[in-house]
């Protein structure tokens, strides 16, 4: 499966709306078989989305991202798993161990807009009790061994 | 969290910044949020407590964050940004227009120790501003309407999908213009867009036209030639009045929309079709399955995502906004200078019913190109009944009272007329008055009403001039 992250500084870029470079990886059997980086336009919606198209990625981890832009991805059936923040070797190493998205790894304010627990302790890694339970397993994306969605 | 602000500004400081409306955050040396004051709580979304500590750029997520930060600017030339515009992602995705501002935060020894930004929420002053001379623009879609807008909105997720488009809508309110841009839009712009008018052709020659031909398959047909469904490979075919075409050409296009397969007329290959069909009719389809006329497998197979264009006479906002469209590219198409048109055109303008839509109004103002070169379009350049036949309803106030009398039946009628979707009687009825007395109204009013309703539209099926039926003049403004 191809993945792509949206990159700036060696971590996820903050706002996908703009964002200028993706890393781009083919993930075969639980490995990444190769990865480089690709060039976005960064200046609206329909040419970003219609760049990440032309790249084929299965999948895009970014930062934050604009409701008609994720909407503009969904229509073109890329899957993406949004307001992510990190490193970036943390954050695919996240993928690969099928633990995307975590609190550790999403952006203030996004947890819960996930479903997924908030507050102090977030950044510890520990996934807290959430109020919305049910949504919040509905939200999340599960990968298996090889690196691809479920 | 709180100790953190009154840590770097001090208690008086830290009172004032929670007391305003303007966002307010400072970073470290390291870029990380070091204060979030509430209004900034307010404006992202996002708690104090979940900002503290973290990247700036991760908490903003502002537009100008990666490519030209105002603070960083600020920090590298000492130099403050007043009021630069940007927007920001808040954690719902929704877009938020702010304007920023930035200062450098120093020590009591004048050492700098990070800085601050400010920002200020503008999306009311956006909207606003949008209402006032908000247009929404898509190609050559120009509207202000709240109809339109909805459109506007959902286009560019339609345009990146491959499913099929129907656009409903009457004649002349711009449904090629909106087919192509779709397709302009779409990640098929570089390839073709085609434009078949299928109440145009013939059956049998329409056939040929979209399939295609091999050489021999009937006589004069000298040499293969490629239907527009070839044309338009890779691309985006329009096949307007989708409604007109027979029974038999109906099965044709089912089996390409379903199979994307297809084979030229005398051909015994089968192509394939990678094309987005768009189709687009002035009919009521649904009423066209119910009588047999058109099939609803094919109808449910066009119909993925349907768009209804307005007609122009229930989004009359736009009519000022089409107007000056207009105005300005007859301006550059044939060098003059016309600046505008008068208050009385533009009054008569609005009154008017466009039974030809938009296609009426650019007409309208093209005629009135022909006779004025520069300054003013005023009533003089009006096509003359046009002026004639809306002076009765828009009569002002201070006029006969005759006049009066006469504007306000014409008002009392058409809303009838509306009210009961054109059907005369029901209207007549509705206004306690014979139906003749009716119709000898609005011929002595000089109104006229959309070209199919009631019974002018039975007539029209049968092919008889609607003017034949009510005794109305045809318009002269009517040009679709």
New interface residues.
Partial sequence: MKLALAT?NG?I???F????QVLMLDIEGGRVVKRHAESLP?TN??AQ??SI?ALGPDALVC??????L???LA??RVRVI??T?GNVEEVLAAWMARTLPNPALT????C??RGLC???G?GDGNRRRCHEKRRCHENRDTVNRQGNIR | MKKDIDKNLGPGTNAILESISDGVFTVDSDWRITSFNRAAETI????R???VG??C???????M???DCALRHTVKTGRQVVNRPAF????????ISISVSTAILKDGKGRMVGGAETFRDLSLVEELRKELTGRFEIGDLVSRSAAMRDIFDVM??????EASVLICGETGTGKELLARAIHN?S?RKRKPFVAVNCGALPDTLLESELFGYVKGAFTGAAKDKPGRFAMAEGGTLFLDEIGDISPALQIRLLRVLQDRRYEPLGGTGTLFADVRVVAATHCDLPAQIRKGAFREDLFYRLNVVKLDLPPLRKRREDIPLLAEHFIGRFNRLQGKAVTGASPDVMALLMAHEYPGNVRELENIVERAFVLCASGRIETGHLPPDLAGRTAAPAAPAGESMNAQTRAIEALAIRDAMERRGFNRLAAARDLGIHKSTLFRKIKALGLVFQKHAGRAARKADLNVPASRETGENPPAGHRS
Wanted: glycine fraction near 10%.
């Fill in positions: 700036w971590r870029s903050p706002l709306d703009v964002a200028r960064g919606s329909i989305a219609n198209m930062g934050a991202i604009s409701k008609p994720a909407g503009l229509a073109m949004p307001f923040a952006m203030p304010g996004c819960r807009q908030s507050g102090a977030a | 992202t979304g996002i708690r407590r979940e900002a973290k990247p750029s991760e908490v903003f997520r502002a537009s964050c990666e490519s920001i992602v808040d954690s719902a995705g929704r877009r560019p997720q339609i345009a990146a999908s839009i990640p």
